[in-house]
């Protein structure tokens, strides 16, 4: 990690949104020259849609496929941002999954899903402020079975601020993620019969 990095993990919440930006524009630049470098891990990512379209695996399969790209490009990343244990800001914004995500989540945990019978699309700010159905102290109750798209997410911001609402909302901050294992993601929700994507809450509304 550079020194200018380093010295703005440690500089405290950055409340200037222009000023913040930037820096997070840094991290994120810094951050693609290291996965630029890791030429297996990229190859990999762009061979997931057609392992996901064309392979012969269960749908539990082809999530471990894509959870195994997206694990290893956020310890790739893992320097560059914000993100820590305890940190559940991005635990109370909307959260959608798929149905195979779901059964894996209620198979896991115990806790009975609701199937819904059709694709349910919400609104971004749908469940803002409203916790994860498995956020327990600030904690996710199910971290090793949780879904892509907990996974993926990370923040180059220098703090959670920025990952809070109505901030979160307010001002675009830079993001990465794997391309192809989104597409993969995006493949897997409709070969379900659900045929696409709806709230974790939606699946647990208890």
């Given at each position: 990690?550079?020194d200018?990095?380093?010295?703005?993990?440690?500089?405290?919440?950055?409340?200037?949104?222009?000023r913040?930006?930037?820096?997070a524009?840094?991290?994120?630049?810094a951050?693609a020259t290291?996965l630029?470098?890791?030429?297996?891990?990229?190859?990999e990512?762009?061979?997931l849609?057609?392992a996901?379209?064309?392979?012969?695996?269960?749908?539990r399969?082809?999530?471990?496929k894509?959870?195994k790209?997206?694990?290893?490009?956020n310890?790739?990343?893992?320097?560059?941002?914000?993100?820590?244990e305890?940190c559940?800001?991005?635990?109370?914004?909307?959260?959608?999954?798929?149905?195979p995500?779901?059964?894996?989540?209620?198979?896991?945990?115990?806790?009975?899903?609701?199937?819904?019978t059709?694709?349910?699309?919400?609104?971004?700010?749908?469940?803002?402020?409203t916790?994860?159905?498995?956020?327990?102290n600030?904690?996710c109750?199910?971290?090793?079975v949780?879904p892509?798209?907990?996974?993926?997410?990370?923040?180059?911001?220098?703090?959670?601020?920025?990952c809070e609402?109505?901030q979160?909302?307010?001002?675009?901050?830079?993001?990465?993620e794997p391309h192809g294992?989104v597409l993969?993601?995006?493949?897997?929700?409709?070969?379900?019969?659900?045929?696409?994507?709806?709230?974790?809450?939606?699946f647990?509304p208890?």
């Open positions: 990690m550079n200018n990095i380093e010295a703005t993990r440690g500089a405290g919440a950055v409340l200037d949104p222009q913040a930006i930037a820096e524009t840094q991290r994120r630049d951050c290291v630029h470098s890791l030429s297996a891990l990229g190859k990512d762009d061979q849609l057609d996901v379209q064309n392979g012969h695996l269960s749908a399969a082809k999530l471990g894509v959870y790209v997206v694990d290893a490009f310890e790739a990343t893992r320097q560059f941002v914000a993100c820590r305890g559940s800001a991005c635990c109370k914004i909307a959260v959608s999954i798929t149905l995500e779901a059964q894996a989540l209620a198979a896991q945990t115990g806790r009975k899903m609701v199937a819904p059709r694709a349910i699309r919400r609104r971004d700010d749908a469940f803002t402020g916790p994860c159905p498995f956020l327990e600030n904690q109750s199910a971290y090793k949780r892509f798209v907990c996974r993926k997410h990370v923040s180059f911001a220098t703090n959670a601020h920025w609402a109505p979160c909302y307010e001002h675009d901050f830079p993001m990465a294992a993969a993601h995006q493949e897997i929700a409709k070969q379900s019969s659900l045929r696409g994507f709806a709230d974790i809450r939606d647990f208890d």
